[in-house]
Each structure stands twice: as structure tokens, then as C-alpha cells.
């Protein structure tokens, strides 16, 4: 595979894993805000649908393409901006991989509630909580790889 075409991978995975997240995660976060348990349930079952096939294959893809890339160029894993991005990139995995089972979780739940014809639980919300504030420090870590993997240095360096 040549450079280019693996750059090319690259950058479409990483717009993919971008998209997909943030769109989950706006359309979660309008479903809960609408109080509507029926379109809260399926909207949780979807974001879990959508981590599955598209976020899990991108996030594997992603360090493996930029490596893939670094070895092409001969370029070490020391330069400022592959370490930062490097880092960033391992935080937000961290924030995500809580971020999915606690996606599971809600989806549990908000499907058991609209069996049993009950409202959500306050463990609901509170997962809801946390998978807000994950999604936090895990979105900006992306924005600010992103931004590594177009300006290539750190700026006034």
C-alpha cells in the first residue's frame, strides 16, 4: 500500500471516528433531554449499534494506520507531535472505554423501563452523568489530535 493511500485510510477514518462519535453522542444527549422513554431506548440501543461498527474498527485502525505512516516516513514516535497526539489519543480511549460499557448499561436500562412500563431509574441519569462528563475531556483530546494531524508541530515551534 502506498503512503498516500494509507493517508488517505487515515484521514477517512479518523472523520468517520470523529462523525460517529460526536453524532452519537448528540443524538443520545437530545433523546434524554426530550424525556421520551420509547425514543430514549432506541436511541441508546443505536448508540451502542454505532460504537460496534463503526467506532471499535476505526479506533484500532487509527494507531495502526499513523504507526503504519510513521514507518513509511522513517519518522521516531519522539517527535513532539506524534507523542502529543500519541497521548491524547490514549486519554480519550480511556474516557471511551468506560463510555461504551456504561452506553450498555443505559441501553439495559432504558429498555427494561419501557418493558415494564416504568419511568427511568436515577441510575440511569447518573450513568448519563458520567458518560457526559467522559465525553468531555475524551472530545477536546480529539479535536486537539486532529488539529496535531493537520498542523504537524506544535504552534510558534
Known amino acids: 500500500m502506498t503512503y498516500s493511500l494509507i493517508k488517505t485510510l487515515h484521514i477517512l477514518s479518523m472523520v468517520l471516528l470523529f462523525g460517529t462519535g460526536l453524532g452519537s453522542a448528540f443524538y443520545k444527549w437530545m433523546a434524554d433531554r426530550s424525556g421520551n422513554l420509547a425514543h430514549i431506548a432506541v436511541t ?3 448508540v451502542v449499534l454505532a460504537d460496534w461498527l463503526f467506532t471499535t474498527p476505526t479506533v484500532i485502525f487509527q494507531p495502526l494506520s499513523g504507526l503504519w505512516m510513521l514507518h513509511l516516513l522513517d519518522m521516531p514516535l519522539s517527535t513532539p507531535w506524534v507523542a502529543a497526539s ?6 480519550a480511549g480511556v474516557c471511551w472505554l468506560p463510555v461504551v460499557w456504561l452506553q450498555m ?6 429498555a427494561a423501563a419501557l418493558h415494564d412500563g416504568t419511568p427511568l431509574s436515577p441510575a440511569y441519569w447518573r450513568l448519563a452523568r458520567a458518560w457526559f462528563w467522559l ?3 475524551a472530545f477536546t483530546a480529539m479535536v486537539l489530535v486532529v488539529a ?3 498542523i504537524k508541530h506544535f504552534p510558534g515551534v
Open 148 to 150: 496535531l494531524m493537520v
Open 105 to 110: 448499561r443505559m441501553r439495559d436500562l432504558a
Open 86 to 91: 500519541l497521548g491524547l489519543y490514549l486519554l
Open 135 to 137: 465525553g468531555v475531556p
Open 44 to 46: 441508546n440501543r443505536h
